[in-house]
């Protein structure tokens, strides 16, 4: 992942307005094969998702969401490829929308196309006897660094994880379709570890997943034209 340019400034994240983490893609969607995924389930401080979900959105009873972190070996333009997801549960219940999930900040270690509110970022993973351990990072600066000890045996599955954006209109979302190989990873751990990410900290991990082999499609946006 050597030569990817990356940012260093400070993050923050206010109550998004009519910001854009996943822009329209004018090269259309892109197909990652070939993928390691880890999934977290966490729960986080109510009163931060609501600080940080558009007006009309409301997350669910339990006040949960995730981290999710993924490595393709081979990606845009035939380079590794990273990326990271932060997200809230929805109440799938109000307004018109079927995402169930708010993506409330979004890393990649690269971007494709106008996709300027993308915050530039690496996820690397490492392996060992202990188990595996992700690390998210802008530069040498850690931001979120995560651990599993070991996983069951895995099992084939597939789906389609829909996404509301922070451009939120009552409409615009973000489908990713995706089949993987997954296992229940056991003794989750994760650590946010930037101060400018601080409020997005969980207050406990429910439980992580495993994927392998996973092929997933990005840049599919259902929305006003």
């Known amino acids: 992942m050597k030569g990817i340019q990356q940012s260093s400034e400070v993050i923050h994240l206010p109550r998004p307005v009519k910001s854009s983490f996943w822009p329209k893609w004018k090269e259309g969607p892109l197909l990652l094969r070939h993928v390691t995924m880890l999934t977290f389930s966490v729960t986080f401080l109510p ?3 609501s600080r940080m979900l558009p007006d009309g959105l409301r997350s669910n009873d339990e006040a949960t969401g995730g981290f999710e972190f993924l490595l393709a070996r081979r990606g845009p333009m035939s380079a590794p490829f990273s990326a990271a997801t932060i997200w809230f549960d929805l109440e799938t219940s109000c307004g018109d929308h079927v995402a169930s999930r708010y993506a409330v900040a979004r890393f990649a270690s690269s971007t494709i196309g106008d996709q300027s ?6 996820t690397r993973f490492c392996e060992d006897e202990l188990g595996m351990s992700v690390d998210l990072s802008i530069q040498e600066r850690s931001i979120v660094h995560a651990t599993v000890r070991g996983w069951c045996d895995d099992y084939a599955a597939a789906g389609t994880t829909t996404y509301l954006t922070p451009d939120f209109d009552g409409s ?7 089949s993987a190989n997954l296992a229940d990873a056991d003794m989750p751990t994760l650590e946010v570890r930037d101060p400018a990410f601080a409020a997005l900290a969980p207050t406990s991990v429910l439980g992580a997943t495993l994927g392998t082999e996973v092929a997933l499609t990005l840049g ?3 929305g006003p034209s």
Do not use: R
Request: glycine residues 0%; charged residues 10%.
């Open 220 to 222: 599919i946006a259902i």
């Open 172 to 178: 615009n979302s973000l489908v990713v379709p995706w």
């Open 47 to 49: 009163e931060v998702i």
């Open 117 to 122: 509110e993308v915050i530039i970022a690496q």
